[in-house]
C-alpha cells in the first residue's frame, strides 16, 4: 500500500456519460497530481493542486475538470465521455521536502469508455 | 520546457546479468531531481531512485544504480544481477523544482529472460 488512494480501482462507461474519479493522497502531503496513462503513450500530466489551490495545468481537455477539498482528497470529473478517454488514470501526491522529496502514485483507475 | 528521452523502447537481458537503460533530458534549471519508475504488469507505479542535481554521488539502491552526468544532462539506470521480478517498463522522470510536475520519457519496456 504506497499510501495514496484512488477510487473505483476499476470503470466501465458508455460514451458521453459523467465520471468522478476519487484520490486519497498520502498523510501529510499537501500536493495532489493527475495523470492519465492511454494505451499508446506514456503518464500525461493532467493537473496539481496543493493545498486546494490549482498550480499546475497540463493538456487537460476543458471537458474534464478537478478539484482539491479541505480534507485534501480530489476528484477528477470527466464529462461528455469519448472512446479516445479510455485510459489509466493515475493519482500521484508528493512531499516536497528533505530526504523525502518525491511522488508517491496510487493504483490507478482503469477507465473503460464503450 | 523540459524534456526527457528515453532512447530504448525495449531491451531484454538474461537473468543474473547487468542491463543499463538510457536516459537524457532537457533542462534550463539548476536544481532539479531526477526519478527513475518501475511499471510492472500489474501496472503500480513504484519508485525504484532518486537523484539530487546538487549531489555529485550517484545514487544507489540494493541492485539499482545510476550514472548521473549532469553536463551531459545523463541519467541511465544499471540493474545488477537482474530478477524476473524485475521485468517491467521503465520510465525515466525529470523534476524541476518550480515546474510543479514530473515529466515523464516514454518508458523502456524491460524483459528478464530465465
Known amino acids: 500500500d504506497s499510501g495514496v488512494t484512488q477510487t473505483p480501482k476499476h470503470l466501465i462507461t458508455a460514451t458521453g456519460q459523467r465520471v468522478t474519479l476519487r484520490c486519497s493522497p498520502r498523510s501529510g502531503d499537501l500536493s495532489v497530481y493527475w495523470y492519465q496513462q492511454s494505451l499508446d503513450q506514456g503518464l500525461q500530466f493532467l493537473i496539481q493542486y496543493y493545498n486546494g489551490e490549482e498550480r499546475a495545468k497540463g493538456n487537460i481537455l476543458e471537458r474534464f475538470s478537478a478539484q482539491q477539498f479541505p480534507d485534501l482528497h480530489s476528484e477528477l470529473n470527466l464529462s461528455s465521455l469519448e472512446l479516445g478517454d479510455s485510459a489509466l488514470y493515475f493519482c500521484?501526491?508528493?512531499?516536497?521536502?528533505?530526504?523525502?522529496?518525491?511522488?508517491?502514485f496510487g493504483s490507478g483507475t482503469r477507465l473503460t469508455v464503450v | 520546457a523540459q524534456t526527457v528521452t528515453q532512447s530504448q523502447p525495449e531491451m531484454s537481458v538474461q537473468e543474473a546479468e547487468t542491463v543499463t537503460l538510457s536516459c537524457t533530458y532537457d533542462t534550463s534549471e539548476n536544481n532539479y531531481y531526477l526519478f527513475w519508475y518501475k511499471q510492472p504488469p500489474s501496472r503500480q507505479m513504484i519508485l525504484v531512485i532518486r537523484?539530487?542535481?546538487?549531489?555529485?554521488q550517484n545514487a544507489t539502491e540494493n541492485r539499482f544504480s545510476v550514472n548521473f552526468q549532469k553536463a551531459a544532462k545523463s541519467f541511465s539506470l544499471k540493474i545488477s544481477d537482474s530478477q524476473l521480478g524485475d521485468t517491467a517498463m521503465y520510465f525515466c522522470a525529470f523534476d524541476g523544482g518550480s515546474n510543479y510536475k514530473l515529466t515523464f520519457g516514454k518508458g523502456t519496456l524491460l524483459t528478464v529472460n530465465p
Open positions: 537523484q539530487e542535481a546538487y549531489k555529485q
Open positions: 500521484a501526491s508528493s512531499s516536497r521536502t528533505g530526504d523525502n522529496y518525491g511522488y508517491t
